[in-house]
């Protein structure tokens, strides 16, 4: 998605339509809400911080940011807390 969103701006712009992108880490959703607290808290322990799950109403807000953002284009924003895959 990271790869595509640019080029996808590119392309739409003629038509006014802006592409971006929400690069969301953990997300306390419903499936989450399925798997032990000790489960959740060991994956919040991973994140560098604030060190917890993200929340839903978070990555709505920051939808209603871009939104109100229009000279924001083509652009991936990243929602997790400085997460990153550790390396094998």
Known sequence: ?????????RDLAQYGIRVLTIASGIVETPMLATVSEEFRAGLAAGIPFPQR???????AD???????????????????????MAPR
């Open 1 to 9: 998605m990271v790869g595509l969103t640019l080029p996808a701006a």
């Open 53 to 59: 799950l993200g929340r839903p109403d978070e990555y």
């Open 62 to 84: 920051l939808a209603l940011s871009l939104i109100d953002l229009d000279y924001l284009n083509g652009e991936t924003i990243r929602l997790d807390g400085a997460l990153r």
